[in-house]
Nanobody, 121 residues
Framework: QLQLVESGGGLVQPGGSLRISCAAS????????VGWFRQAPGKEREGVAC????????DYADSVKGRFTISRDNAKNTVYLQMSSLKPEDTAVYYC??????????????WGKGTLVTVSS
């Protein structure tokens, strides 16, 4: 019943932009910290961005800071990751996850299945 579903992945050229979405069902995502993670081919999963509940403050990995933006749309029960100036090394399966302890530092409880982003010319 509790689900997170990512969407919006696809093929984009280097330097391009893409917005991926994380839609929640069965629970109210606004009550949770929500993070985006990614796993690139041959690499371990890494945290990309996170938005805390309540105050909406955000954290980003150094590799994406200034290029990616995480945001919420409360009416749609959805969190987005806007990605710009994409690089081939951004190619990965992107996962969203929600943590019920409200702050990103306390970790994630629920995970989506992922959406593939491929950055290639």
């Amino acid at each position: 019943q509790l689900q997170l579903v990512e969407s919006g992945g696809g093929l984009v050229q280097p330097g391009g932009s893409l917005r991926i979405s994380c839609a929640a069902s069965g629970f109210t995502l606004d009550y949770y910290a929500v993070g985006w993670f990614r796993q690139a081919p041959g690499k371990e999963r890494e945290g990309v961005a996170c938005i805390n509940s309540s105050d909406g403050s955000t954290d980003y990995a150094d590799s994406v800071k200034g290029r990616f933006t995480i945001s919420r749309d409360n009416a749609k029960n959805t969190v987005y990751l806007q990605m710009s100036s994409l690089k081939p090394e951004d190619t990965a399966v992107y996962y969203c996850a929600a943590g019920g302890r409200k702050l990103c530092i306390f970790g994630m409880d629920y995970w989506g299945k992922g959406t593939l982003v491929t950055v290639s010319s």
